[in-house]
């Protein structure tokens, strides 16, 4: 099965750092496709750059979409990257939309949701290429604790270790789980929402229109290994920057 991984990114000084860092990783991912989507009302050119570069060689094959977060959303306690998510969820089932005809048989592929400065190792991916619906896992460093994970009991996820906001119904970060694209296409209508927009929510909500706990394949060795990091990128001194430019060349970073 192919990988789809779907990937929000906005422009801040460390950008393109997180893109080049993420790059090394999916270049070492056989049948990876990455669904990069800015955040901005248009196109970059620094992500225009980055991805042409991408697909002229080595890289993993790159489709470079956008959408702009309406300013309302843009604040603190609002869950991020919503419209890009769903608009790379979009792009994906537009692929797969075939005209009215015998109807074409399953397609392999799995679907993630790839935030830019998360750390992913190449053993997650080898997981998640077995999905057959949705696929879970632990994810390190997040939640408040070194860790948060499913709960497996005979080989079925039962509930839940984490440290924040215990009573959502599926516990589990962005970085946690994957999805077959059969169960994208199949729930046409499933996309993230912003409603309530409680943080730690956005998960569970899309999680809920397309599965249940019972239904959940439990991955990394029933969920006792980690695989993926939910690091943070610190914030980029820059109290030093020049008011004007004062290099004699520019440069991009
Ligand atoms: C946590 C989760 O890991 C995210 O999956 C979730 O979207 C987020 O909370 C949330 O609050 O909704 P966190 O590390 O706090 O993640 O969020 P960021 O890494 O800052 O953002 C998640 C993704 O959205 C990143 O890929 C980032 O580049 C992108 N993003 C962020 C935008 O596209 N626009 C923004 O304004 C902010
Ligand atoms: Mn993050």
């Not at 801040?12 to 991912?29: G, H, I």
């Not at 589990?172 to 169960?183: E, N, P, T, Y």
């Not at 956005?202 to 959940?216: A, G, K, N, V, Y």
Request: net charge positive.
């Amino acid at each position: 099965p192919i990988i789809y991984a779907i990937t929000p990114t906005y422009s801040r000084p460390v950008q393109k750092a997180e893109l080049t860092r993420l790059a090394n990783t999916f270049r070492q991912v056989a049948r990876l496709h990455w669904i990069l989507v800015e955040d901005s009302a248009g196109v970059t050119e620094l992500v225009s750059r980055f991805a042409a570069g991408l697909n002229r060689g080595g890289g993993p094959p790159c489709t470079h979409l956008h959408v702009l977060t309406p300013r309302r959303y843009k604040r603190p306690g609002q869950p991020r990257a919503t419209e890009q998510r769903n608009a790379g969820l979009a792009w994906i089932r537009q692929r797969y939309q075939h005209a009215k005809g015998p109807p074409t048989p399953p397609t392999p592929g799995v679907l993630f949701f790839a935030d830019d400065d998360n750390t992913y190792s190449l053993e997650l991916f080898q997981e998640m290429r077995t999905t057959r619906k949705v696929s879970v896992w632990p994810v390190g460093l997040v939640g408040g604790r070194r860790y948060e994970r499913p709960v497996v009991e005979k080989g079925k996820v039962v509930g839940w270790y984490t440290g924040w906001r215990a009573g959502r119904p599926f516990a589990i970060d962005m970085a946690g789980f994957a999805v077959s694209l059969q169960v994208i296409l199949s729930n046409p209508k499933a996309v993230f929402r912003r409603h309530g927009s409680q943080p730690g929510m956005q998960e569970s909500d899309f999680l809920r229109q397309i599965t249940t706990m019972e239904e959940l394949e439990p991955k990394a060795s029933n969920c006792t290994k980690v695989l993926v990091w939910h690091t943070r990128t610190e914030k980029v001194n820059l109290a030093n920057e020049p008011k004007y430019h004062t290099d004699s060349v520019r440069i991009e970073v």
